[in-house]
């Protein structure tokens, strides 16, 4: 234990003690004997914080120093431990937050590359501990500064995997709005710098067709492949000086797409590139890959991040369906830069007409061009079409300033003062709580003068809803008087026009009829269940219309046929006869005044949705956005039982769970993956029974 004084070599030598013997206990998370001895420690809080700084680098210095250590296959995983046991102090404040990245740093400089692969998959993997709060903010520029320091240490042809793993891990790491790895001005890589022979007397190509150029009238190829199935190949009386220089010239456009705007460079450009197109056209390769025995090793072809210059590989790089491609892409790419609206392009950067015509009529070469490049080429045409539209949307955003994609609540908005301040909304000292003026029975301030109004306008709330003046339902009369009007002889409304016919007066007339009319219960007979409503309502409103006291003179209701009793008068002049009323439902009326044939849609359908039960049923079946959202929030950390009955890959389930802390977060990414990968199926139903399964019974329910 220490003494009263504190002793920074005596701390610093007491705690490498303590913490060497938790990490050889294999105790590196947790580090009990370490936390228990640090905290009891004489000392400020800085001065031992300083301490366990500087132990903790003189442990992994001690390692890496150590040859028997640094060459034994174990050290990397001793030297990983001092650094997980590293976070677990920082996690507990005995240390500073950035001591971990400064550890790693150190590792990755001393080990070659096959050691740092081993390092930075243990950075992967800890992906959610480094975008914690407690180690994002003292992280990011250091593991940053790590990832360009490995970039820089790697080939992009030999490490192809490790740099992409790189820059996945970034991806990961940093926000999607996060501009420092943005080019934000649109500024060109200049140094990347295509060399080949620009000189015609050390060409070691045919001179001849040099001079006159190629024509693209006729191709010639050989006419014995080499093997059977094999592509056919391109005479060398054909690969000349000229098209060489046409292909490589392109590169320098393409690396600095502003030189298009000049007339003479545009020029040298459409000349190079209608050769290219010619030799591409005329000469097609053959998909030998289909159906043979070389299908396996087609599929996978190497991808190579630069082509070689010589002279001696034209030949074969014009018979390379990758090489067609890349040259073809680089079109498309520098085609969009030409014709998009990029904010901070030039404002004399500007294409005339023949420009813009010229590129219209190309683009769609390119993309036949691509069609016919094996392997799969109509598929990898498309999608490099829809990869270029969806970089309309990048382009977008990048011209309005890079807005972040995480949406910000609200804000409310703050009374004010007449200088603008926001006005105080602190309750002055002595006033009476609201509680305390509800229990002396004072008037409540509701916090809104028209709340306090309303609030106070009875002393009995409940008893002022029973009120006989809020009874708002209309009388019968008062309702259907219209509408009987407009079943007048005398009136001449149009049939489609009427009252009746309105889904919105048929809902209410119904509800109306439910509370104050005995009609709407004994005048359905059963044959009469499905009846089309405009006929239902025409039926009842005839006989309420002789139960209204005073009706008026000129209207007439339509009589009512029994369609029943053919033998019955056709005048029905006995309109009081019991039988009359009995059998008035019976069928549905067939005259041209109401205008419905006998097979009118039943209840459910006429007039009151436009869409088949089958429609509304799929549609509430759906699932919104606000429901995935509700649902998330209740749903919390049974996200993770959820996940695997929803067919989630135990790989998105990983994902879901380093990308973020919240479980809220965590839960509403697992539903809306569940959603992108069922599509369709993403039913409420699907859920429910999802929910089920996980002994989510509650949830359940509340989804359906």
């Not at 050390?202 to 592509?231: F, R």
């Not at 001449?492 to 509800?511: D, Y």
């Not at 409103?541 to 339509?558: Q, V």
């Not at 439902?585 to 005044?593: I, K, M, P, R, Y």
Request: net charge negative; hydrophobic share 35%.
């Amino acid at each position: 234990m220490g003494s009263s004084e504190f002793l920074f070599e005596n701390a610093r030598s007491e705690f490498k003690k303590v913490l060497s013997k938790d990490i050889a206990d294999n105790n590196m998370e947790s580090l009990p004997q370490f936390v228990r001895f640090c905290n009891n420690y004489t000392g400020s809080e800085a001065e031992k914080k300083t301490a366990v700084d500087q132990i903790l680098r003189d442990l992994v210095r001690d390692k890496i120093s150590d040859k028997n250590i640094s060459e034994a296959p174990g050290a990397i995983t001793t030297l990983l431990h001092i650094i997980t046991a590293s976070v677990s102090v920082a996690k507990q404040g005995l240390c500073s937050p950035s001591i971990p990245f400064i550890l790693l740093g150190d590792v990755l400089d001393c080990f070659t590359l096959d050691a740092c692969d081993v390092v930075f998959k243990y950075i992967e993997e800890r992906v959610s501990v480094w975008k914690s709060s407690l180690f994002y903010t003292a992280g990011k520029n250091y593991l940053l500064r790590m990832c360009n320091d490995l970039l820089r240490r790697l080939s992009q042809s030999i490490n192809t995997v490790f740099c992409g793993r790189i820059q996945l891990f970034l991806a990961r790491l940093f926000p999607l709005s996060e501009k420092s790895a943005l080019n934000l001005v649109s500024q060109f890589n200049l140094e990347n710098v295509t060399v080949f022979n620009k000189d015609l007397e050390s060409t070691t190509l045919k001179k001849e067709t040099a001079e006159n150029g190629y024509s693209g009238e006729k191709m010639e190829v050989d006419s014995k492949p080499e093997e059977e199935g094999s592509p056919a190949t391109f005479q060398s009386t054909v690969v000349d000086y000229k098209l060489y220089q046409n292909i490589w010239s392109l590169q320098d456009i393409f690396r600095y797409p502003v030189q298009c705007y000049t007339k003479d460079t545009w020029g040298k450009f459409t000349e190079n590139a209608e050769c290219v197109f010619r030799i591409f056209s005329s000469f097609k390769l053959e998909d030998v890959g289909r159906g043979s025995k070389s299908s396996s090793t087609q599929s996978k072809r190497n991808y190579f991040p630069k082509f070689l210059t010589s002279e001696k590989l034209t030949e074969l790089q014009l018979n390379d369906g990758m090489f067609r491609r890349q040259i073809l892409i680089q079109f498309l790419i520098l085609f969009r830069y030409l014709t998009a609206n990029v904010k901070f392009k030039g404002a004399n950067l500007v294409l005339t007409d023949n420009m813009k015509s010229w590129i219209s009529e190309s683009e769609p070469k390119i993309y036949e061009l691509l069609k016919e490049t094996p392997p799969d080429g109509r598929h990898f045409a498309k999608y490099i079409r829809h990869l270029l539209d969806r970089e309309e949307f990048w382009i977008a955003w990048k011209n309005d300033g890079c807005p972040s994609f995480m949406k910000t609540p609200a804000k409310t908005q703050q009374n004010t003062k007449q200088d603008g301040s926001p006005s105080s909304k602190r309750r002055k000292t002595g006033e009476p709580s609201i509680v305390e003026e509800f229990i002396s029975g004072n008037n409540l301030g509701m916090g809104s003068a028209e709340l306090t109004r309303l609030w106070n306008l009875h002393p009995d709330n409940l008893a002022a809803c029973r009120s006989t003046s809020r009874e708002f339902l209309p009388s019968l009369q008062d309702y259907f008087m219209e509408c009987i009007e407009q079943a007048g002889p005398k009136n001449t409304v149009e049939e489609q026009h009427k009252l009746v016919k309105k889904s919105n007066f048929q809902w209410k007339a119904l509800r109306l009829l439910s509370h104050r009319s005995h009609l709407f219960f004994t005048s359905q007979p059963a044959q009469m269940q499905f009846k089309a409503v405009p006929d239902y309502l025409n039926t009842v409103m005839s006989k309420l219309a002789k139960d209204f006291p005073t009706p008026p003179a000129e209207i007439a209701l339509k009589p009512e046929e029994d369609t029943e009793d053919l033998s019955q008068d056709e005048d029905l002049k006995d309109e009081g006869s019991d039988n009359k009323d009995d059998d008035v439902l019976g069928e549905a009326d067939n005259d041209e005044d109401i205008g419905e044939d006998e097979d009118d849609s039943n209840l459910l359908d006429d007039n009151l949705d436009d869409n088949t039960p089958e429609q509304n049923s799929n549609a509430s079946d759906k699932l919104s956005s606000e429901d995935i959202s509700n649902l998330a929030a209740k749903l919390s950390q049974n996200w993770k039982k959820l996940a695997p009955l929803l067919n989630l890959k135990p790989k998105d389930i990983k994902e879901i769970q380093e990308d973020s802390d919240d479980v809220a977060l965590q839960a509403r990414q697992t539903l809306v993956t569940w959603q992108d990968s069922a599509k369709q199926q993403a039913t409420r139903t699907t859920l429910a029974q999802a929910l089920k399964s996980a002994d989510l019974e509650n949830l359940a329910q509340d989804i359906k």
